[in-house]
């Protein structure tokens, strides 16, 4: 860490696009290795193989979208009220920004935050999760190479393998200006309480519990195509994945049984291997998880329409499961990191409303409707509360350029695209008098 604050003040004299270089170099070392470390973050996370590229993939995006940052970190200039005076709005680096990350994806999230936290002018201390370390190792030599190429401190980037320690560690060190947390809402609420006890500021991206909802005038196929990948993509462990799903009463048997049609057909194995759908969980304990949440749905007579049990094979594979469920179950309300779909109905679109934003948590949302007016008012103040609020494609999958992040238990961070930005700068706002008097602001005469 000392290593770090000290290459912190040389870093951030760098000019922004100077530092922007440095980050499309890092996209470009990356490129050359995608297909290399989309196997490698395949294989240690349990992610098919396809979405472990992609993720990859997304992290070079997030850096070839830092490079054109990197020139357009603007300020302000604000009309001044009192002659021959000009108000400015400078941007800063924060110094030092902590990044703790999630086993679930453990490059994209680093890319949202390291990059532009770089081009920032920031230095990054970057603590991946306990059970992806090769990963973790993988982009931080690559990425020193980068730095070592350019004649600067290494430590300009610095990484830590560990656990709970290292992380408690990032949250206490007054040196860390910022700290972006990927995690449980649980224990994202300890990292802010810590962080702000000294003061520093807290960037959560917490748990999601998403719907979607199928309105009576949607394209039940492009639904159906979407709830599938939303709901089993990443086997239920996005942040992001459908975890309930709202359909319209008269249109409810129609799309279960084309969805539960389709979770049959789901290609189980290897994620590497050609046409897998859905891999393992991602640890032993995840598949206790499941279980126990298994348990929990049938001690409490709910319907299991599809799956519900584990697959006795070697690795921690369990059936894509779909249940029939009451919105007011308690059950509802909880995140289950697995691919366990809840599905009720609804008969109106404001009940479906209530519905989405009857959770604690608050991420990402979507309605499948060929109504304007549905559409307008799903996006408007009295739609849904969520951070993320889609018109007809699924629940995950975002776009990088977009910020990224939601509201109410999900912790209120934003991340990547948009004006995210300016959560990893110190904004100054400036007022210069160039004249000989001393007007004083709101027409204030003091002597």
Known sequence: MKACS??????ME???PKRGEVVRQIGDALREKLHHLGRLLSIEMGKILPEGIGEVQEVIDMCDFAVGLSRQLNGSVIPSERPNHMMLETWNPL???GVITAFNFPCAVLGWNACIALVCGNCVVWKGAPTTPLITIAIT???SEVFERNKLPGAIFTSFCGGAEIGQAIAKDPRISLVSFTGSTKVGLMVQQTVHQRFGKCLLELSGNNAIIIMDDADIKLAVRSVLFAAVGTAGQRCTTCRRLLIHES????VLDQLVDVYKQVKIGDPLEKGTLLGPLHTPESRKNFEKGIENIKSQAWKILTGGSVIESEGNFVQPTIVEIS???????????????????FQTFEEAVKINNSVPQGLSSSIFTRSPENIFKWLGPHGSDTGIVNVNIPTNGAEIGGAFGGEKATGGGREAGSDSWKQYMRRSTCTINYGNELPLAQGINFG
């Open 14 to 16: 760098l000019p922004a």
């Open 327 to 345: 919105p007011t179950a308690d059950i509802v309300k909880e995140e289950l990191f697995a691919p366990v779909l809840y599905v009720m109905k």
């Open 251 to 254: 249109i409810y048997q129609t």
């Open 6 to 11: 000290e290459a912190s003040k040389i870093w």
């Open 95 to 97: 110094g030092v920004v």
């Open 141 to 143: 030599k690559l990425v």
